[in-house]
C-alpha cells in the first residue's frame, strides 16, 4: 500500500466513511474520563476532535507520511487537551504508559495486518497498554456470506464527495477481490475527481489488502488476548450483528 499517495487521499476517502462512525467514536471518548489511545490514528480523524474536546490522546501510526499529515491538520486546531503522534507498528507497541482508560481501533484497521498472528499480537498490545477498567473499542468490516463468494469483479460506489468551497466532486469506487483462502480481500479502490464543469482532473488507483475475521474468530483471538467481549454490534447504531451487518463492533474489557 502505497501510503504517501494515501495520506494525500485520506481524508477525501474517510468523508465517505460508514455513516455514525465518527460520532460513535467520539461519543464514546467523550463518556470517559481519562486517556484515549488509538491505534492505527491515520490523519487524525477521530484523534484530533478527541483533544480538541479536552482529551489527552495518543495516536500511533505505522506510516510517517499519515502522521505527517496530521501533524499538518493539527497546526491549524487549538487543543483543550492534547495529542501526542507515535511512529509505531501496533503489533509491537511498548510505551512507557500502561494505563490509557480507552483504546480504539477503528475503521477496520486491525484488518490491515496481513496475518492471523500478528492480528492477535496487535489485541495483546492493546490490552497490555489499558487500565484494569478500561475499554478497548474495535471495529471491522463483516464478512458476510454474500460479500466474501461475490465474484462479480464489479465496481461497487463508496461515495462522493463534493468540495463546497472548489465544487470538485470526488467519486470514490472500489472493486473487490476476496481470496477465501487467505480471507483477505485484495481491493481496488479508486477516486476520479471532476471540476464544477465535470471534467475529469485526477484520477488515483490505491490497493489495499483487508485480512477479514470472521465473529467466532474475534471471539476466540480476544479471549486468547486476556480480553473479555462485553457487547458487540452490527452497525453504529447499535444494531445487533447479523449474517445482513455491514460492521462488526467491539466493546471489549481485561479479563
Ligand atoms: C483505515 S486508516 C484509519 C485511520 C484513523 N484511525 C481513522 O479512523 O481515520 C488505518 C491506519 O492504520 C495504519 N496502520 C496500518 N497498519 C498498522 C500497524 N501495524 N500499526 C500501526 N498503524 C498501522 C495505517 O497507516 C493507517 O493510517
Known amino acids: 500500500m502505497d501510503y504517501v499517495r494515501w495520506a494525500e487521499r485520506y481524508d477525501i476517502f474517510y468523508e465517505a466513511a460508514p455513516e455514525g462512525e465518527l460520532e460513535f467514536y467520539l461519543n464514546a471518548i467523550e463518556r470517559v474520563d481519562g486517556s484515549v489511545l488509538e491505534l492505527g490514528v491515520g490523519t487524525g480523524r477521530i484523534a484530533i476532535p478527541a483533544a480538541m474536546m479536552g482529551h489527552d490522546v495518543t ?77 478497548l473499542i474495535f471495529n471491522l468490516f463483516n464478512p458476510s456470506d454474500d460479500l466474501i463468494h461475490d465474484e462479480s469483479g464489479e465496481r461497487f460506489l463508496l461515495g462522493v464527495v463534493v468540495n463546497e468551497d472548489d465544487g470538485t466532486r470526488h467519486v470514490l469506487t472500489g472493486i473487490n477481490n476476496f481470496d477465501t483462502e487467505a480471507q483477505t480481500n485484495y481491493c481496488i ?10 471534467q475529469l482532473i485526477d484520477r488515483e488507483e490505491l490497493n489495499v489488502a483487508f ?13 486468547e488476548a486476556g480480553l473479555k467481549l462485553i457487547d458487540f454490534f452490527g452497525d453504529f447504531n447499535g444494531e445487533p450483528l447479523s449474517q445482513s451487518s455491514e460492521e462488526m463492533i467491539y466493546i471489549c474489557r481485561l479479563g
Open 59 to 135: 495516536g500511533v501510526d505505522l506510516n510517517r507520511p499519515m502522521l505527517e499529515r496530521a501533524r499538518g491538520k493539527l497546526g491549524d486546531a487549538s487543543l483543550a487537551g492534547s495529542l501526542e503522534l507515535l511512529e509505531a507498528d501496533m503489533c509491537e507497541l511498548e510505551l512507557p504508559k500502561r494505563d490509557f482508560d480507552l483504546v480504539i481501533v477503528p475503521a477496520h484497521t486491525l484488518a490491515l495486518v496481513s496475518e492471523a498472528t500478528r492480528q492477535l499480537a496487535a489485541l495483546k498490545r492493546c490490552a497490555m497498554h489499558m487500565a484494569s477498567d478500561a475499554t
Open 189 to 198: 479502490q479508486t477516486i476520479e475527481s471532476f471540476d464544477r464543469n465535470g
Open 211 to 223: 485480512r477479514y475475521l470472521h465473529h467466532h474468530q474475534v471471539e476466540e483471538m480476544l479471549a
